[in-house]
């Protein structure tokens, strides 16, 4: 492979975030690939405490005299998009072992999909021809579990076995031009089987985090790595090359399949580059999340019917909340956004452009990650837990705004830096009861509108039949008093906890749920 002026940076960058957007093999271990979990024994006791505050340095509270008027109930208009149909947007991603158990947990938690990762081609077809699923009989009972609680799989493909390798010994990387065919054949024969009963998946994910550079990881890994460095589109051309063989092999197996270009990286904002260092000047190297637009130019945009992608965001233990600076919420659109707002902002802007209109996203990853492994003292508080269910309040309300199909938790137990909603003995966290409570909130609800009417103040209105709600939260850190003109019917935390109506609303970093009725 050619060598390029921005490898150094960019393998520095890539590592980083790497971190925060891993999966692994269900090999029935907890770490992501490279990473030791934590250890739940040596961490201080953590109780979900619901109701509890987080507590801010922030100065007195600034006071809106006046607020909108009483919701009306007129028709949903026209320029917000047409909300998903399907039951949740809501997902968990579980890895390891007690797959039914932790099942159970996702389901009790409220999730309707479940992403796995993931069906390794080259150990079901070692030699071309080869069909040995035998590989998956752990596959196969998982599903069934998952099928007893009507829970929804998105299911990877990932890597290419030695005799279809495009650069021999890159597992990981892209399939050789002349072996796309055989790739169309294994997806034909694997949804033909996987489509029908007992199993009944329809939704597959075409490699994991292809966006990247095969120089940037090891070649036997559980990321995807078809980027290319050298390419200003990053190596999308041979990812649409082979959308367009495997495609049509996929529809023929099963009409109602659904194709999804894997979960995209998408480290940082080409459209608008964070520096490399504060006050630097000099711009990070952001050609890799030009992939999608190298899959349209290329020819892809008719070969897949939805974009997965990955939005973290990582816990500021010095302010206590939290950030994600390569992507407008470090910046342009500024304050307490979760980063799956710009994210999906680029992403439909880019599907836009190219007249694609009718794909629809899926956020196949997202969390909010403490630290470099999870391990340090601050990730270790309530602090931190309490924030973690906020964030899960913000990014659920913000991922169904935007109009997403799916928002997937990754993951259930323990976690990868703190992200778990469970401990690794599968206890409940904080959030794992923000999460249950959010999804019941947002269980078949339309988006209304964002919040724009006060200053410091973000959110959104969203309606459930002849009810609206509307999900608030400061967007600058500082509490805010906002006054409405009408008692709201209920008003809860993140929790679930009712709190005593009033028309003057305190407006914390912690979202609270407002109810209004006609």
């Not at 100065?59 to 909108?68: E, L, M, N, V």
């Not at 072992?97 to 796995?116: D, P, Q, T």
């Amino acid at each position: 492979m050619k060598t390029s002026p921005f490898r150094t940076i960019l393998t520095l960058l890539i590592f980083t975030v790497l971190a925060a957007c891993s999966t692994e093999t269900p090999t029935g271990t907890d770490p992501a690939p490279g990473v030791t979990a934590p250890s739940e024994a040596s961490a201080p006791p953590q109780s979900p405490v619901p109701g509890a505050t987080l507590e801010a340095t922030a100065p007195p509270a600034a006071t809106i005299p006046s607020g909108p008027p009483p919701p009306t109930f007129t028709p949903l208009p026209t320029t917000v998009p047409a909300p998903f149909q399907g039951e949740s947007i809501l997902g968990i991603e579980l890895i390891g072992g007690n797959f039914g158990e932790r099942a159970g947990l996702a389901s009790e938690a409220g999730a309707f999909w479940i992403r796995w990762n993931a069906i390794p081609w080259p150990d079901v077809e070692p030699n071309e021809g080869d069909r040995i699923w035998q590989a998956l009989g752990t596959f196969d009972a998982q599903l069934q579990t998952l099928d007893l609680y009507d829970l929804k799989l998105i299911t990877i493909v990932h890597g290419a076995p030695l005799w279809a390798q495009a650069e021999p010994g890159i597992q990981c990387g892209a399939v050789a031009e002349e072996k796309l065919a055989a790739f169309g054949n294994f997806m034909y024969d694997l949804v033909a089987r996987y489509s029908q009963p007992p199993y009944n998946l329809k939704y597959w994910e075409i490699i994991n985090e292809p966006d990247i550079d095969p120089s940037l990881v090891p070649p036997r890994n559980f990321y995807g790595c078809w980027g290319d460095l050298d390419d200003p589109f990053y190596g999308g051309g041979a990812y649409a090359q082979m959308l367009q063989a495997v495609y049509p092999r996929i529809k023929e197996a099963d009409p109602e399949a659904q194709v999804l270009v894997g979960g995209l990286l998408l480290d940082c904002d080409p459209n608008n580059p964070p520096e490399t260092a504060p006050g630097s000047g000099v711009p990070k190297y952001c050609d890799p999340a030009k992939f999608l637009e190298g899959i349209l130019i290329n020819g892809g945009g008719d070969y897949f019917d939805g974009v997965s992608f990955h939005a973290y965001d990582l816990y500021e233990p010095v302010s206590g909340y939290f950030g994600n600076p390569n992507w407008d919420n470090g910046h342009t659109l500024s304050g307490l956004i979760p980063v799956v707002v710009p994210k999906a902002r680029f992403l439909k802007g880019v599907l836009a452009e190219y007249g694609y209109f009718n794909k629809y996203l899926i956020n196949s990853e997202t969390a909010l990650l403490c630290g470099t492994d999870g391990n340090e003292a601050f990730c270790r508080t309530g602090q931190f837990e309490r924030m973690k269910a906020d964030y899960v309040a913000m990014t659920n309300a913000g991922a169904l705004a935007e109009g997403l199909q799916g928002n997937i938790w990754f993951y259930l137990n323990g976690g990868w830096r703190r992200s778990g909603l469970t401990n690794n003995n599968g206890v409940p966290l904080d959030a794992f009861i923000a999460y249950q409570f959010s999804a019941k909130r947002l269980a078949g609800a339309v988006f209304w509108g964002q919040i724009t009417e006060y200053e410091g103040v973000y959110g959104y209105k969203f309606r459930q039949g002849d009810k609206e709600t509307w999900i608030m939260w400061s967007l600058d850190s500082l509490p805010h008093l906002v006054s409405v003109t009408s008692m709201p019917q209920a008003i809860y935390n993140v929790f679930g906890v009712p709190l005593n109506p009033t028309q003057s609303l305190e407006i914390t970093t912690s979202p609270i749920y407002v109810d209004w009725q006609p």
